[in-house]
């Protein structure tokens, strides 16, 4: 018959928290007295004071971690937040917030793809890096709606859509190599706030865009209009002029730009059409 052992259970004591219960577990009959008893009770408080400074120790470990992925947090969305306020071309835009991406997490892939204005076909607008995991040209695989985490046998794959006001334009693909480890939850949180920076640097572009068709558009009317076009500014100086003001007053671009109006025209006279304009609006003479 086997026997039953026995013990003594002495509490382990960090303060008023418990961190455990030290036993001691024997066979043989025997009583904890005297300074048993004060011996197991030390044990338990030494033990009980090891596992407490443990615990606090990784913890404050965790939580530098914590601060300096934060850390690493804001100053990536910094950098990007003056990267899209100083570039407007959208290639140029996408490659300098890849360098981030690399530079600060490690991704050797990045890649987007945007919706063409109809919104269907994708088509490329950026690409470094490896490439494996999803493809546009994949049958059998929808786009996806919500950012996700693949594991691939290369590495690790993040695909995530890019919503602008409420509709899909396009997706980004970041690619990590498997020595690089996996993706950490506070780079999730990370790229989530990319994909809105992203989604305003295509929509930064598409404005861009549209102003320089304007731009490209007016300039053509200008050019090819009959009339003298000038433009001064507010040192009462040419800035541009037209086809038509080259031929009207026999002077090339070259020689009359940065020149004070009045090279052309009386300075009283044109004084006279300043003071009317700003008084009344546009005169007529």
Known sequence: RARVPRGAFFPMLAGDEEVGVLAFLYEAPREFRGNWTDIGRTIAELMALSIHTHQRYSASKQEAA??????AQLSILREVSRIIIGKLDLA??????????????????????L?????????????????????????????????QVERSPDGYVVLAPIVLEGATVGLIKLVRDAHQGPVAEFEIELLCMLLDYIGLAVQNSQLYGEIKETKSYLEGLINGAG???????????????????????QYQAREILQQKIWTLVPRELYEQWQGEVLQGGGQTH
């Open 227 to 249: 009339d003298a076009i000038i433009t001064v500014d507010r040192e009462d100086r040419v800035s541009s002029w037209n086809a038509s003001a080259e031929r009207i007053f």
């Open 92 to 113: 140029e835009t996408l490659k300098a917030i890849g360098d981030q991406l690399q530079a600060g997490l490690g991704y050797g892939g990045f890649y987007v793809w």
């Open 115 to 147: 919706h063409r204005r109809d919104g269907t076909q994708l088509h490329e607008a950026y690409s470094s890096g490896p490439q494996h995991g999803w493809q546009p040209g994949d049958a059998d695989r929808s786009l996806p709606r919500e950012l």
């Open 66 to 71: 914590q601060q300096a992925q934060r850390v």
